[in-house]
Nanobody, 121 residues
Framework: QVQLVESGGGLVQPGGSLRLSCTAS????????MNWYRQAPGKQRELVAG???????NYLDSVKGRFTISRDNAKNTVFLQMNRLKPEDTAVYFC???????????????WGQGTQVTVSS
């Protein structure tokens, strides 16, 4: 009954920008960390950026200074602003949330369906 839905992916030229959004909906009691992962063809899924409920952030070294993660706790939404995109950023980007659903005592991991980001000229 909990869903994470991403939006904002697409095709962009090198040096361009995209903004990803992910909204969690359903029977949610609380959300702890929210994260963005990505998976390129033939590669393992990797953590791109994470943000705690209080706003502390962490980033993959290769995206530091180019990507910014933020969240709107009132709307259960996390964003990923991606600037100065490079071809190596091409991947499927997944939203992930560590949250407590209504009626549960412990948090669980939830995932979105993924959104494709392609950086190419």
């Amino acid at each position: 009954q909990v869903q994470l839905v991403e939006s904002g992916g697409g095709l962009v030229q090198p040096g361009g920008s995209l903004r990803l959004s992910c909204t969690a909906s359903g029977s949610i009691f609380s959300i702890n960390d929210m994260n963005w992962y990505r998976q390129a063809p033939g590669k393992q899924r990797e953590l791109v950026a994470g943000i705690t409920y209080g706003g502390s952030t962490n980033y993959l070294d290769s995206v530091k200074g180019r990507f910014t993660i933020s969240r709107d706790n009132a709307k259960n939404t996390v964003f990923l602003q991606m600037n100065r995109l490079k071809p190596e950023d091409t991947a499927v980007y997944f939203c992930n949330a560590d949250l407590v659903s209504s009626g549960s005592y412990f948090p669980s991991d939830y995932w979105g369906q993924g959104t494709q980001v392609t950086v190419s000229s």
